[in-house]
C-alpha cells in the first residue's frame, strides 16, 4: 500500500520570503510519479509541479522547486517568493507507474501569505 | 479548450435517498476518475474509468458506483446516502490510458455534496 504524509498542518510565511512544504511518502515501488498540488478556496484542483521517480534531477517550475529525496522517500515543496496567490491549501500526491490515474493524497498543508 | 465539467455544483439530499453526479472530461480525454474530498478522511480515490471500462476501484462500499459513457463522460452513482456521504466530489481526466506523462490530469472544480 501507498501512504503520503505532509506533517505541516498549517504554514504561514512573509510575502516575498521562502516557505518549505514537506512530504514523506511510502512505498514499495521503484518507479512512480510525485506531485504538488494547490487548491486555492475555488476548490478546484491545480498542478503545481511533478517529479518522476527515475529522474535524479530535481523538478523547477518558475518559483517552484522540489527536493526529491528517493532514498529517503522525500519530497519537498519549496516555493520561493511567496506570494499573495499562493496562498492556499497544497497537496503531496504518489501516483503509480503502471496502473492508471490513481492519486494517493497527503492530508494536506495550509499555506497562508502574510502581506 | 473547456475544462473538466462537473455538475451539479452544489446540491442537498436527504439520507436514505440516492444521487447521481456527472463529469464531462477535457475534449479527447478517455480517463476520468473520482474523488471524494472531506474533511475527516481527505482525498480518496473512488474509482477509475478508461475507455467505458473501469481500470481501478478504490476502497469504498458498493453503494458507490460509476459508469463511463462512449463520449467519455462518466457519472458516479451513490445510492442509500448517509450523512457521512457529504463530501466534495472532484472528478479528474486524462488523455491517456496507459499513463505515460502524469501532468496531463485535470480536475474539475467539483460538485458538493450535503446530505441531511
Known amino acids: 500500500a501507498q501512504t503520503v504524509t505532509q506533517s505541516q498542518p498549517e504554514m504561514s510565511v512573509q510575502e516575498a520570503e521562502t516557505v518549505t512544504l514537506s512530504c514523506t511518502y511510502d512505498?514499495?515501488?521503484?518507479?512512480?510519479?510525485l506531485f504538488w498540488y494547490k487548491q486555492p478556496p475555488s476548490r478546484q484542483m491545480i498542478l503545481v509541479i511533478r517529479q518522476e521517480a527515475y529522474k535524479q534531477q530535481n523538478a523547477t517550475e518558475n518559483r517552484f522547486s522540489v527536493n526529491f529525496q528517493k532514498a529517503a522517500k522525500s519530497f519537498s515543496l519549496k516555493i520561493s517568493d511567496s506570494q499573495l496567490g499562493d496562498t492556499a491549501m497544497y497537496f503531496c500526491?504518489?501516483?503509480?507507474?503502471?496502473?492508471?490515474?490513481?492519486?494517493?493524497f497527503g492530508t494536506g498543508t495550509s499555506l497562508t501569505v502574510i502581506p | 479548450k473547456a475544462g473538466v465539467t462537473q455538475t451539479p455544483r452544489y446540491l442537498i439530499k436527504t439520507r436514505g435517498q440516492q444521487v447521481t453526479l456527472s463529469c464531462s472530461p477535457i475534449s479527447g480525454h478517455r480517463s476520468v476518475s473520482w474523488y471524494q474530498q472531506t474533511p475527516g478522511q481527505g482525498l480518496q480515490f473512488l474509482f477509475e474509468y478508461f475507455s467505458e471500462t473501469q481500470r481501478n476501484k478504490g476502497n469504498f462500499p458498493g453503494r458507490f458506483s460509476g459508469r463511463q459513457f462512449s463520449n467519455s463522460r462518466s457519472e458516479m452513482n451513490v445510492s442509500t446516502l448517509e450523512l457521512g456521504d457529504s463530501a466534495l466530489y472532484l472528478c479528474?481526466?486524462?488523455?491517456?490510458?496507459?499513463?505515460?506523462?502524469?501532468?496531463?490530469?485535470?480536475f474539475g472544480e467539483g460538485s458538493w455534496l450535503t446530505v441531511v
Open positions: 500526491a504518489f501516483m503509480k507507474f503502471t496502473t492508471g490515474n490513481q492519486f494517493y
Open positions: 479528474a481526466s486524462s488523455p491517456e490510458g496507459r499513463r505515460t506523462s502524469g501532468n496531463t490530469i485535470y
Open positions: 512505498t514499495s515501488e521503484n518507479n512512480y510519479y
